[in-house]
């Protein structure tokens, strides 16, 4: 069978776009496989009509309001390889081949977390990326921020909105110019510059920052924002990236660099450091993907081989 729109990645994205496409009549393949990732969250937050859902409900709720549409099929299977060009890819599955006019990809990235003691447990319990996600949860408690950079310091006063004890914290990454810390420690953000050698917890929730010398810091709640990369099937493709490594795209169609392909979600965008950007995105980004995957074959009746 040739389907209209094949998409890799059935999180919020990838089930958006299904949705979308499939009330517009066409043949929809979404398939996905691997782990989650956003599987250590506890809960899913600041999504309209499913605000504390967990992640695994979200997920079965969007596959459900898609079986009414007997025009999208869903598969939990792994994307090994695709080829092809515009009107004619080539999806080779675990198993088997398929064929269709236009890929979208909805594959999220992967988060590299640090090696750092301690960072891996705590990672969706006490560590986490987004303030607009789970910030309420946490409000009024101990925060810190590891800031991967000196530019990314300014991150620790966006946490100032949901508490007043926030610590930024650079790892000894790197030096902090006067006015820069005069800039943060103004707005009540000090900054603690020392090397990190430990997160340590109690029943699984974090305790004290430690550090190669003078006392821990006892916190509740550490936000960082560990490195990214993008999923080897989309990498395979060569796709054009920028600076952060996302995938570039047409600011309008969503269309990467190879024609026929489109990406929505977080591997085109710096998600949960632009929390704003995100909310935008949900639903701005895959319905404009949705237009225009389902665009160019205005000719053809759309159920119609």
Known sequence: MLYDVFIVGAGPAGLSAALTLGRARKRILLCDAGPRRNAAAEHVHGFVTRDGVTPADFRRIGRQQLEPYRNVEVRDVAVEEISGERGAFEVRLTARQEQARRVLLCTGMIDELPGLDGFRALWGTSIFQCPYCHGWEAQDRRFAYLAEKVEMLDFALLLRGWSSDVVALTDGRYDVSTAVRQRLESAGVPIDERGITRLSSKDGRLEHVEFVEGAPLRRDVLFAHPPQRQVDVVRSRALV??????????????????????????????????ACRRLRDARRGEAESCVDCGAGDERRSPLQP
């Open 241 to 274: 990236l920028d600076s952060e490594g996302l995938v570039q795209v047409d600011e309008m169609s969503r269309e990467t660099s190879t024609p026929g392909i489109y990406a929505a979600g977080d591997l085109v965008m710096l998600a949960q450091s632009h």
